[in-house]
């Protein structure tokens, strides 16, 4: 009978989990199988003989009373600072933190598509090195002192998450530490953006501040990216239409209630989740999802394989080939013409406003940089560019002449990103 009632219990807890997560949440998600199978398994303890349901549920609550003790350890010695915990450390001292939101999310919707996060905002956005990345954005919703717009003479930085300044602190991105130097230079780049997508933010924001120069920073995955970016119906406007634009410079106000409208579920269901951590084992999930499996390549051990150029390869490796070659389909001469187009589109738009605009190559592939190897496809990809009458300000030989593993994790560290602004500063500020 007591076995019976604390099963009964535990079944309990575990629906109420359940529902209250995928009220905000979809059922197919991870946790969500886990905890049916738990049900499931606790609810067929009550149909088995006494002995076995004894055995049965003394293996199930003493699995769960290890991973129990082993999320305590993991929260107390190992995984102290998860972004839910940091919202809430921050949230006792009154401050609202909250997590860095971007384009890409939004590229399918129809309602708006944003180019920045929340205005005036702190911000949580990633950890790679010891620390989390955590900045306050401009009015806009940039990664920037906001005091840059009241100054002259600006330098719009515009790209993807190495522009964002990922996992670094606030002010050791490229244009906080040009800043530094004396150069009013503007941070409008985030995480996840393309080719389009900077075009995008060229005309939504970029040349509303009237910058004299313009920075178009390029990472490797950028034309690819580009690509699927042209296959998005409302986002392709901006490729096709000249003329096309949302305004969002003047509709800031509501850009924020739409992203906040996203953000509530999700914020809610991770402070739930946070809420009943111990229970949920949340530390311990958290810490195997980010410290662990993203680290151990799964797919290795898996032998999952694909065809990619009529050649066999195991997803997630670094290839046994040259990397270069996964790149051969992507550079094609008609997907550079596509590049060339939209450059030349963004190159209009300045010469419209008045601005300068340069090409900034950012090598961003660790891989290439690790074996020395030049990216096989930059002079077909640069030989676009000047016949745009561009300057072209490559950084692939300030990398490759460096031991590449104290300036780079996954994306630049602090270290890395000092690095380009360095040589940017000289090569056109200096």
């Given at each position: 009978m007591f076995i019976n009632l604390l099963n009964f219990s535990v079944i309990v807890f575990l629906i109420a989990n359940l529902i209250l997560k995928d009220k905000l949440d979809s059922i197919y998600n991870f946790a969500s199988i886990i905890n049916i199978i738990l049900i499931v398994l606790f609810f067929f303890v009550f149909f088995i003989k006494k002995k076995i349901k004894y055995n049965l549920f003394i293996i199930l609550t003493s699995a769960y009373i290890s991973f129990f003790l082993i999320n305590i350890f993991v929260k107390k010695k190992i995984y102290q600072e998860t972004a839910a915990s940091l919202i809430q450390k921050y949230k006792k001292n009154k401050i609202n933190l909250r997590p860095s939101v971007f384009p890409t999310l939004f590229f399918d919707n129809k309602e708006m598509l944003i180019f920045s996060s929340l205005s005036n905002q702190m911000t949580i956005y990633c950890k790679e090195d010891y620390f989390w990345s955590i900045y306050k954005t401009d009015r806009y919703g940039f990664n920037n002192n906001d005091k840059v717009y009241d100054k002259t003479d600006k330098v719009i930085l515009i790209g993807d998450s190495f522009t964002h300044g990922a996992c670094v602190k606030e002010g050791d991105d490229i244009a906080g530490l040009l800043r530094n130097k004396g150069v009013n230079a503007i941070n409008m780049g985030m995480g996840g953006n393309s080719e389009l997508s900077k075009l995008a933010t060229l005309k939504e924001y970029g040349v509303k501040v009237k910058p004299n120069m313009v920075l178009w920073m390029f990472t490797i995955g950028d034309l690819a990216g580009f690509l699927g970016e042209l296959k998005k119906k409302e986002l392709s406007k901006y490729f096709f239409d000249a003329n096309y634009t949302q305004n969002l410079f003047f509709k800031n106000n509501e850009k924020d209630?739409?992203?906040?409208?996203?953000?509530?579920?999700?914020?809610?269901?991770?402070?739930?989740?946070?809420?009943?951590?111990?229970?949920?084992?949340?530390?311990?999930?958290?810490?195997?999802?980010?410290?662990?499996?993203?680290?151990?390549?799964?797919?290795?051990?898996?032998?999952?394989?694909?065809?990619?150029?009529?050649?066999?390869?195991?997803?997630?490796?670094?290839?046994?080939?040259?990397?270069?070659?996964?790149?051969?389909?992507?550079?094609?001469?008609?997907?550079?013409?596509?590049?060339?187009?939209?450059?030349?589109?963004?190159?209009?738009?300045?010469?419209?406003?008045?601005?300068?605009?340069?090409?900034?190559?950012?090598?961003?592939?660790?891989?290439?940089?690790?074996?020395?190897?030049?990216?096989?496809?930059?002079?077909?990809?640069f030989a676009k560019v000047k016949e745009l009458n561009m300057d072209i300000i490559d950084l692939e030989d300030a990398f490759l002449n460096v031991k590449i593993d104290d300036y780079m994790i996954n994306h630049y560290n602090t270290k890395g990103y000092k690095l380009v602004s360095d040589t940017i500063y000289e090569k056109i500020f200096n």
């Open positions: 209630k739409f992203i906040n409208k996203y953000l509530a579920p999700m914020e809610k269901r991770e402070k739930i989740d946070y809420f009943f951590g111990y229970i949920t084992l949340y530390d311990l999930r958290k810490f195997l999802k980010f410290e662990i499996f993203l680290k151990i390549n799964l797919p290795k051990f898996l032998k999952f394989k694909k065809k990619e150029n009529n050649k066999e390869v195991k997803r997630g490796v670094v290839q046994s080939f040259d990397i270069n070659d996964y790149y051969k389909n992507i550079y094609s001469k008609k997907n550079l013409k596509l590049f060339q187009q939209n450059l030349k589109l963004a190159k209009d738009i300045c010469e419209i406003n008045s601005c300068e605009i340069k090409f900034v190559f950012l090598p961003s592939r660790k891989d290439l940089l690790l074996q020395k190897k030049k990216f096989k496809f930059k002079d077909n990809l």
